[in-house]
Structures are given as structure tokens and as C-alpha cells.
């Protein structure tokens, strides 16, 4: 058991090292640079509270900060504590899996989960996301294992503080309380007044964070405030937003790039269009449904198959119509979890009904349109400012630009400790500058552009007389000749057809 055990944990690892190599992201400039900023104030003034709903995070910045001080500051160093966090939760769905379904089951749905474009994406992206979902799988663990163990009540405590911990990352991990809720409501899995105990771990983390909050500022609801006070500044920049008034905090756009049709059905959408996702929620849905309500289903599978369906269904209504994020997709990131376990447990409940070589055969189908799913997103959201800081290496000067892409050269200039300066000012005579099609003639861009400091400057009128001197070209990808080649151009929205004309938007 314990030699099966490394062999596939070693497997699982691997593939998720391929998956991670492929479509490898790292540092984009935005919510990164934000907990970046944070991790390395805790270095150097010590206690921090932190200023913003990023910089409030400390379960997710105190980890960067930590891989600071051991490792120093680096792009791969930023990463480092959401790699930690995806292995974790790869080996806690495995252990949950094989113990109580068996090893082809937790197989199954971590090779799943290895290759499923929205892990790997906010794996990459020094997200939230992953941070809160080891810790909602943590207290999973320790919950479903409680029953069976000798020290029942201390893992439920740890269960609570893991929720805790969850909760402290982001606060969408309410609905793994409203899970726990309902369970306590129904009195499912363990008797009503253990829940208390989980709820004394849960309230133990709060308090800590309210304690320190008073201490640093006097205001135990420090944080609560930080949140609401800095989300509502976000929005309010953002134009591409619009507050309506269904749910807390709703956000009605497809600035997310979304099919939107309406929405009371735009998240349904979203999970079952949206390249992050695959074809992983066409087949979790039916074998969830399959799952919880055939009687030939195993009484211990089909328990722990309910447990995961609560959860995924709990979590799409709550950030979807409750909190109102339906926009993005990385929100779903623990019903997408939830769907992979589904499905390890549907294929081996379907073992009598289908042959193993159709079962692979499906498994293989799965990761294949994930492939695909990876090939067509944007996988480098820098690429201009990434090339703008190579061109600033090879240069002894100063390199101009326009506003957005000089702001991510410099963060990332900044993050890998290199030389260099990515300016947008206004540019001498004989200066180089470095012109990016994307956000200086009008074409849709992954980013929202930054004002610039010399609107009257208006490089696309002045490239007829400057000299090249440096060029760098993506390349385009096959998708975009095909759609050329076959005329459908037309049909093809813009943002869509850059999207899938370019492996970075030029």
C-alpha cells in the first residue's frame, strides 16, 4: 500500500510539473504585485496589518513572505507558496480518495486536477484561490476523518481552525460554513453538538485576528472594514464594472470575458464554455447526480460523492447569485476541485459497466480538451512588458514607452531584481521607444491601459519617421490561420479572434 502510494503520488506530481511547465504564467503586474508589496512590508517593519483586501490576506502574503526571507525576492520566490499549496492539495485529495473510495479513484481525480486549465492557471498567478482551497480541503480532511478517530474532538478543532484559515484567506469560503451548516441542520456525519467544537476552532482564528487587529489599530473589525472600504475603491475605478442590486457586491459586466447572455444563467455559462474549465463540469454534473441517487451506488462512496456535491453546488450559488463573482472564473475554483473527485468516484463506481480501456479512453478525452483549453487561452499576459524589460537589459538607456506597459516593466524589473528603466515620459530626440501595437492603436488588450502622462504625444502617427531598431514578434498561433484560411474572421468577435490569433495579444 505505502509503495502504491509514493508511485502515484510520484505520478501526480510529474504530470502536474508537465501541466505547470506548459502553461507556465508568473508575475503579471496586478494582484500579485499587491501581495507582493505586502509580504515585503511584513519584512521590513515587522508586525503589518495591512492597508488593502490584498494586504488584510496574511494567510496568503505571510507565506510569500517567508519564501522572501529564506529565498530572497524573485519572480519564482512570489510563486513559490501557491506551488506549496497545489502539491498539498493534490496529496490531500489523494489520501481522502484512496482511504475511503480506493487508489484508482484518487488517481483518477488527481491526474484530473493536475491538467484542469483553472488550477494550473491560478497556481501560476500567486492567486488566492489555491491558498483557500488547501485550506478548505484541509478541513475537509480532518472532518470526514473525526468519526473514525481516536481523538475525534481534536480534529474537529483543527477542522475549524482550517476553515478559519480559509476564511482569513477570502471570504468566499463562507460556503464551506454554510456546507458544515446544513450538515449540523440534517445532523449528517457526526453528532450536532461535536459541530460545536468545529465552530470553537473556526471562532478561535477570529478572535486572534480581532485581538491582533485592536492591538495594531483598536478596532477589532479592522480587517472587515479594510475589505469593503477597499473593494468598493476598486469598483469604482474600474469602469468596466457596474453595481446592481443583486447580491453583495455585484458585479455586471463580461469584462471578464465571459459569454454573457443573462444573468440567471451566465454562471451555468461560465462553467460550462469557459476554456478554464474543459469539459470537466458536462461530465460531473451527471455523475454527481448519478452518484448521490442511484441505490446501487456504494452507502461509503455515495456519502462522501453527496458531502462534494453539497459543496460544489453550495459554492456556485453563493459566489454566483450571494456574492455576486460570477465574472470569474477562478471563483469556481472549489466546485471545480469538487467535479474532479466526482468523477474519480463515478469511474470506479461505472467499473462494472465500463470496460477499463473506455474508461481510459475518457480520462484521455478529459485532458485532451484540457490541452486544448490551454493552447487557446493567453498563457503570458506580460509579454510586451516581459520583452520591454529584455530590450532594457540590452540597452545602456533609458527605454520609453506607453503608460501600462512602462508600470509592468517596472514592477517586474522591481520583482526580478534587474537593471534597467522602462519610462513613460515624454521621449527625447533619439531616444528609443518601444511601441506596442496592442495598447497604442486601438486593439483590444488583456489589461485596462493607464492614462498617459503626454496625451499629445501620439506615437502611431510618428512611426513613418522613427528608426527600427529592435523588433519582437509572438508569432501567430495555427487556431488564428485557420479562422483566416476559412473566412470566419467575421464571425469571430475581436477579443476572441486576438485571442486565438496570438499566443500573447503583440
Not at 459586466?253 to 444573468?263: E, F, K, Y
Not at 493607464?450 to 498561433?477: A, C, I
Request: aromatic share 14%.
Amino acid at each position: 500500500m505505502q509503495v502504491n502510494y509514493v508511485k502515484d503520488i510520484s505520478i501526480v506530481s510529474a504530470a502536474a510539473v508537465i501541466f505547470l511547465a506548459v502553461s507556465w504564467i508568473g508575475f503579471y503586474g496586478g494582484d500579485d504585485w499587491q501581495y507582493s508589496e505586502a509580504a515585503r512590508q511584513w519584512l521590513s517593519e515587522g508586525l503589518f496589518l495591512g492597508e488593502t483586501h490584498w494586504s488584510v490576506r496574511h494567510t496568503h502574503v505571510l507565506p510569500i513572505a517567508a519564501s522572501y526571507a529564506i529565498f530572497g525576492l524573485g519572480e519564482f520566490q512570489l510563486l513559490l507558496p501557491s506551488l506549496v499549496f497545489y502539491f498539498a492539495s493534490l496529496i490531500i485529495i489523494y489520501a481522502l480518495l484512496n482511504k475511503y473510495i480506493g487508489r484508482e479513484a484518487a488517481l483518477i481525480s488527481c491526474l484530473l486536477l493536475s491538467s484542469t486549465p483553472i488550477l494550473v492557471f491560478i497556481t501560476t498567478m500567486t492567486r488566492p484561490d489555491i491558498t483557500e482551497a488547501f485550506f478548505v480541503l484541509l478541513s475537509v480532511w480532518f472532518f470526514w476523518n473525526a468519526p473514525h478517530s481516536a481523538v475525534q474532538n481534536r480534529m474537529l478543532f483543527v477542522a475549524g481552525l482550517a476553515a478559519g484559515l480559509a476564511w482569513m484567506t477570502r471570504e468566499t469560503s463562507v460556503s464551506l460554513l454554510l456546507v458544515f451548516g446544513l450538515l449540523f441542520l440534517a445532523g449528517r456525519r457526526i453528532n450536532r453538538n461535536y459541530y460545536w467544537i468545529m465552530a470553537a476552532g473556526f471562532f478561535a482564528i477570529l478572535a486572534i485576528d480581532a485581538l491582533y487587529s485592536t492591538l495594531m489599530d483598536g478596532n477589532p473589525f479592522y480587517r472587515y472594514i479594510t475589505i469593503i472600504s477597499s473593494h468598493g475603491a476598486q469598483l469604482s475605478k474600474n469602469v468596466g464594472y457596474q453595481i446592481s442590486l443583486l447580491g453583495v457586491g455585484e458585479t455586471a459586466s463580461s469584462a471578464a470575458g465571459n459569454i454573457s447572455l443573462h444573468w440567471s444563467i451566465d454562471p451555468l455559462i461560465a462553467i460550462l464554455a469557459n476554456q478554464e474549465f474543459g469539459l470537466l463540469f458536462w461530465f460531473s454534473i451527471p455523475a454527481g447526480l448519478w452518484l448521490c441517487f442511484s441505490r446501487k451506488i456504494d452507502p461509503g462512496h455515495r456519502e462522501l460523492a453527496q458531502f462534494f456535491s453539497l459543496l460544489a453546488l453550495v459554492w456556485f450559488v453563493t459566489v454566483s447569485y450571494g456574492l455576486g463573482l460570477r465574472e470569474q472564473p477562478r471563483y469556481f475554483t472549489i466546485p471545480s476541485i469538487a467535479s474532479a473527485v466526482l468523477i474519480g468516484i463515478a469511474f470506479t463506481e461505472s467499473a462494472i459497466v465500463i470496460s477499463r480501456a473506455g474508461r481510459i479512453a475518457l480520462i484521455s478525452l478529459l485532458i485532451l480538451v484540457n490541452l486544448f483549453c490551454f493552447y487557446i487561452d493567453n498563457d503570458d499576459p506580460l509579454y510586451e512588458e516581459r520583452a520591454a524589460v529584455r530590450l532594457a537589459g540590452e540597452m545602456a538607456e533609458p527605454i520609453y514607452t506607453n503608460a501600462n506597459s512602462a508600470l509592468m516593466g517596472n514592477r517586474l524589473l522591481q520583482i526580478k531584481q534587474l537593471p534597467g528603466v522602462v519610462s513613460d515620459e515624454l521621449p527625447p530626440p533619439g531616444a528609443i521607444y518601444f511601441y506596442v501595437p496592442c495598447k497604442e492603436e486601438n486593439i483590444p488588450c488583456n489589461t485596462l491601459k493607464q492614462p498617459d502622462k503626454n496625451p499629445e504625444f501620439e506615437p502611431e502617427k510618428l512611426r513613418s519617421e522613427w528608426t527600427p531598431v529592435w523588433r519582437d514578434d509572438p508569432g501567430r498561433k495555427l487556431s488564428g490561420i485557420l479562422i483566416e484560411k476559412l473566412n470566419l474572421k467575421q464571425f469571430v468577435p475581436a477579443s476572441i479572434y486576438y485571442k486565438l490569433n496570438y499566443p500573447s495579444l503583440p
